[in-house]
């Protein structure tokens, strides 16, 4: 399984973390190319090599000469659903700004419709946020984990005056993260920054056993003395245990509901998903005074269940949530490549004490085929499978 993790020693911040992509090895045209689709004002992406105390790294600079710094909510979803994006980072970039909608919400008491991004509304924290989702997706990664993250020190001016670093809608998004400041004075994560970390990242702490691919370092605007302004991040597949199995604790949220439609439980379950659940599902039950009701649950990891929570009390009628803890032991996963008859395809493979018990091509890759050819998804499936088959490497273990 991909795995991409956040080194935040020097804090976050949009850019960098797009700069730290670019250092990656993504293709800088490529990847122009798909913000482009967004409808906004002319703008440009400048690429540059800084060295930061020694540390070679990748500064991206996003210019343009639009002057609104002030858009809504509903307007920046309205920019991202009306381009030609794909739905996998149109959903994650929507779900990144509606966190940062919410804590700016919970801060000055109103309804996140009503958030009036200020700095965070322009155009280059647009592409920003936009940009760390196409990169996730050119990268294939699938899970996020992050280190302790430097918050920095002493005051930063905002659209409201002059507040202790990290400005209050930095502190509401890193709830649940872990931080720390090493008395730098000046503001080392940005909101953009921890709002991107924080809606993809399910860990925060030590550097997960992976086989490291590539390393990548975004640059900071900011030059310090004998310290490296730097995000760096690891891209690598995750070790498995000896045994080919994963044991992890996960936590399990599930609540009774009998008076809720089947349009919000559809939201809900979509919202889940986007914000890091593992796995959501609805079951029929009988309630008391004989009302057919819905069981919902969610299965998540333990650093999320509070947002989980939060979500299941904002968009439904409960009252109260029951959270336990359990185990799950999955099989060794491996993402691979394959060259079909139909071109590139994704896919699993997953194995047990060292022996291959099946290869699944990705579900996403094989709609997309069918839909672009107007042909069943079962004789896609079919015929990528028949070409599988006779491909010795894909079946080595």
Not at 95 to 122: M, N, P, Q, T, Y
Not at 129 to 148: D, H, K, T, W, Y
Not at 170 to 188: G, V, Y
Request: with cysteine.
């Amino acid at each position: 399984m991909r795995a991409l993790y956040f080194d935040c020693f020097a804090g976050v911040s949009g850019n960098m973390i797009l700069g730290s992509f670019i250092d990656l090895g993504i293709d800088p045209e490529k990847f122009t190319s798909e913000l482009r689709k967004l409808d906004l004002p002319d703008f440009d992406i400048k690429l540059s090599k800084h060295n930061k105390a020694g540390i070679s790294a990748t500064y991206v600079e996003v210019l343009t000469n639009d002057t609104k710094k002030h858009r809504h909510l509903p307007e920046i979803e309205n920019i991202i659903r009306g381009s030609g994006l794909s739905e996998s980072v149109k959903q994650k970039s929507i779900s990144v700004f509606r966190r940062l909608a919410e804590a700016e919400a919970k801060i000055h008491g109103i309804d996140v419709e009503k958030v009036h991004f200020h700095e965070v509304g322009a155009v280059d924290t647009i592409v920003d946020i936009v940009g760390a989702c196409v990169g996730f997706e050119m990268l294939e990664v699938e899970r996020f984990f992050c280190s302790e993250i430097n918050v920095g020190d002493g005051f930063v001016e905002i659209a409201h005056g002059m507040f202790p670093v990290p400005a209050p809608a930095t502190a509401e998004l890193l709830k649940n993260a872990k931080i720390f400041s090493n008395s730098i004075n000046t503001e080392l994560t940005t909101p953009t920054g921890a709002a991107i970390i924080t809606t993809f990242c399910d860990k925060f702490g030590e550097l997960p056993p992976m086989r490291l691919m590539k390393i990548g370092y975004g640059a900071g605007k900011k030059d310090f003395k004998g310290f490296p302004n730097v995000l760096r991040i690891f891209l690598g597949e995750l070790i498995e245990s000896e045994n080919d199995e994963r044991v992890e604790v996960l936590s399990l949220l599930q609540t009774n509901i009998d008076d809720v439609t089947p349009e919000i439980l559809g939201f809900v379950m979509e919202k889940a998903l986007e914000m890091g659940a593992l796995d959501c599902w609805f079951t029929p039950i009988q309630m008391k005074k004989n009302r057919p009701a819905t069981l919902v649950s969610l299965l998540c990891y333990k650093e999320i269940e509070d947002r989980l929570s939060e979500l299941l009390f904002r968009e439904t009628t409960t009252l109260g949530i029951r959270i336990t803890e359990i185990k799950r032991v999955s099989l060794q996963r491996e993402n691979l490549t394959f060259e079909s008859r139909y071109g590139r395809i994704r896919l699993k493979k997953s194995k047990l004490a060292g022996r291959i018990l099946n290869v699944k091509p990705e579900y996403e890759d094989l709609h997309k085929i069918a839909k672009a050819i107007d042909k069943p998804i079962k004789e896609v499936e079919s015929d990528v499978l028949r070409d599988l088959s006779n491909h010795e490497e894909i079946w080595k273990s």
